[in-house]
């Protein structure tokens, strides 16, 4: 198949290349598709999910894929930082049209120390915390912080892995013995020698995110506070938007800015928030950790959003203007892990809009997602009730969604609301929540 004569002269970007070839490498081809860009990705699996969109080059052929590529970008925070420098300096050399987003954001991310203490340079709110290079010195942190609290490695982990919970004194040995080899580099734990980072144990309400897109020129573009809800680490359930959150969207937009201006980012990020009460008892938000990427938290927004974060992420990297993030419409995404449903009795709900990863099946695994997006938003619990029926894997929604009557067109939103209000302090209805709510100052 030829492309000759298939782009406006004026397009001197036509391939993107981009690091890694999973389910998000995918999802960014397909956006980027209709505005006439095709998608090469350096990835070691050549059957990975985006091998449906584009040639594969293997690790060991990244002169291939620099060759074959105008502009770069990544779909994964633990891409090696050698490659991404090799790409800035090529991109510097004037050969190609940069790497986005910048290696600082990567080595940032890839360091929870480093991100905490960036965090509270830019005077925004964390858990406390302590580097931790030994037992004794976990032991401090231990006295310092106050028990419970969670040891991490610094560098590597995701999902839940990495991590340990120290609930009393006892665990402090079991702890060190189980992430200690962080420290030395050894084992499996973290790339590269790294300290483990201690930290406080918060009392959240709930956990939140917030997505937006920077580009070239400076531009940012925010998308609403999204809730997210975890099964053994990994995430199950988005809410988007997230109710009962108007009050904390100009911090997270604020503090998202911040840091997207810090480091001169391009692309599309994600900062992950828990909201809870501050010394005056008044609803607040922390920040736990960015994503230099699209998010997992960000996939309703597909459907749900006038511009995915997908399209506005390809929209940055090729320096188009960033297109409008304001909700269409509410929306639950749900993952699939480990085995896929019936696809017949999925889009069998109303408002169901299905994506399948390709993906073989392995306890765990993200594989698929659904997003739910009935036309009348107080069929949305309901919806999810019937979902969950059909989901093999229950991803711990199962006892939310237990006593919903799906036979019924409307759930009772105002019981949910009620709940919400209690632990948030102000809630909006969820019948009140319009095709587009409004929005911080972006």
Known sequence: MTTANAYPVTQTIRTIGILGGGQL????????????????????????????????????????????????????????????????????????????????????????????????????????????????????????????????????????????????????????????????????????????????????????????????????????????????????????????????????????????????????????????????GHTTILANEIAPRVHNSGHWSIEGAVTSQFENHIRAVVNLPLGDTDNVHPAIMVNVLGQYPDISAVLNIDGAHYHSYHKAERDDRKIAHITLMPNDVTDLESAMAKLVAVLPNKVGLDKEYANIDTHSNTADAKTKNDVLEDNSGEADSLAELSPKTEKAKK
Not at 60 to 77: G, H, N, P, R, S
Not at 119 to 124: C, V
Not at 259 to 276: K, Q, R, S
């Open 25 to 280: 490498g995918m999802m960014l081809a397909e956006a980027a598709m209709p505005l006439g860009y095709q998608c090469v990705f350096l990835e070691d699996n050549p059957e990975c999910p985006a091998s449906l969109y584009g040639r594969v080059f293997h690790s060991d052929q990244l002169a291939d894929f620099i060759a074959a590529a105008d502009v770069f970008t990544l779909e994964f925070e633990n891409t090696p930082t050698s490659t991404v420098e090799q790409l800035t300096s090529v991109s510097k050399s004037g050969s190609k049209q940069g790497m986005f987003p910048p290696l600082i954001a990567l080595d940032i991310a890839q360091d929870r120390l480093k991100e905490k203490q960036m965090f509270n340079a830019l005077d925004i709110a964390t858990v406390p915390f302590m580097e931790v290079n030994s037992e004794a010195e976990l032991k401090q942190a231990c006295e310092a912080l106050g028990l419970p609290i969670v040891l991490k490695t610094s560098r590597g982990g995701y999902d839940g892995k990495g991590q340990f919970v120290i609930k009393q004194d006892n665990d402090i040995k079991t702890a060190w013995l189980a992430l200690k080899d962080a420290v030395s580099g050894k084992g499996s734990l973290t790339p590269t020698p790294a300290p483990l980072i201690a930290e406080g144990f918060i009392n959240f309400n709930r956990e939140v995110s917030i997505i937006a897109a920077r580009a070239q020129n400076g531009q940012v573009r925010c998308y609403d506070l999204v809730e997210n809800h975890h099964h053994h680490g990994i995430l199950a359930k988005t809410q988007a938007p997230a109710v009962g959150t108007s009050h904390l969207l100009q911090q997270a937009t604020d503090a998202i800015t911040k840091i997207m201006n810090h480091l001169d980012y391009v692309g599309v990020m994600a900062l992950e928030l828990f909201v809870t009460k501050d010394a005056r």
